[in-house]
């Protein structure tokens, strides 16, 4: 079983609408949660990051983590083509360097 | 303030050659991360390198690959006779602090392995 779990797609949703994109995780230990936007052909850029459960907001994104179930959340409110992206959600220990990643979800938003 | 730089930004190979990446960190950051990821996969974690120092290289291949991070110059990672399933994108990123979850990634260099 994968550490982090991420439906890869592609998911494409008209421009206006609100996304919801989703991973789960197995292991317990996992503190910090992230999301990167990766546009194709380049680095990834860490858009949010949430410690433990809990929401967090910035702009028109929405990082969500409920530890209960394991499960991270990233809503896209009033997406725009400029959103059309690969989305990576990770995972990091609170020890060490390493990064956990999803299998990255391909977003296409259409004008 | 420049960014994580990595060069060469594609690198082609033919099989048995050697391939050496380059990372440059953002200014300020002595942490530095490489991550790999092939076609259709995420980002798997490599190694992990302070400088002259490799903390964590669990996620590295036990042959042909190795990392390092010496007090002057970028960090380097090298692949010895690489083969076809070589081929990736290879990530460098950096952070500020010891094991901080804001890595900053550089935009990749793309190995092609003929």
């Known amino acids: 079983q994968k550490e982090v779990e991420q439906d890869p797609g592609p998911l494409s949703v008209p421009e206006g609408a609100i996304v919801s994109l989703n991973c789960t995780y197995s292991n317990s230990a996992f503190q910090y949660f992230m999301w990167y936007r990766q546009y194709s052909r380049k680095g990834p850029e860490l858009l949010m990051y949430t410690y433990s459960s809990g929401n967090k907001e910035d702009g028109r994104f929405t990082a969500q983590v409920d530890k209960s179930s394991k499960y991270i959340s990233l809503f896209i409110r009033d997406s725009q083509p400029s959103d059309s992206a690969t989305y990576l959600c990770?995972?990091?220990?609170?020890?060490?360097?390493?990064?956990?990643f999803g299998q990255g979800t391909e977003l296409s938003v259409k004008p | 303030n420049a960014g994580v730089m990595q060069n060469p930004r594609h690198l082609v190979r033919r099989r048995g050659q050697e391939a050496r990446l380059r990372c440059s960190p953002m200014k300020g950051h002595s942490h530095v991360y490489w991550y790999r990821q092939l076609p259709e996969e995420g980002l798997k974690f490599m190694v992990y390198l302070q400088k002259e120092n490799i903390i964590d290289e669990s996620g590295m291949p036990k042959e042909r690959f190795s990392a390092e991070f010496p007090k002057e110059g970028p960090s380097i990672l090298r692949i010895q006779q690489v083969v076809r399933g070589d081929s990736a994108a290879y990530f460098c990123a950096s952070s500020q602090t010891s094991g901080t979850e804001t890595q900053y990634f550089g935009p990749g260099t793309r190995l092609l392995v003929l």
């Open positions: 990770a995972s990091w220990y609170n020890q060490g360097g390493k990064l956990i």
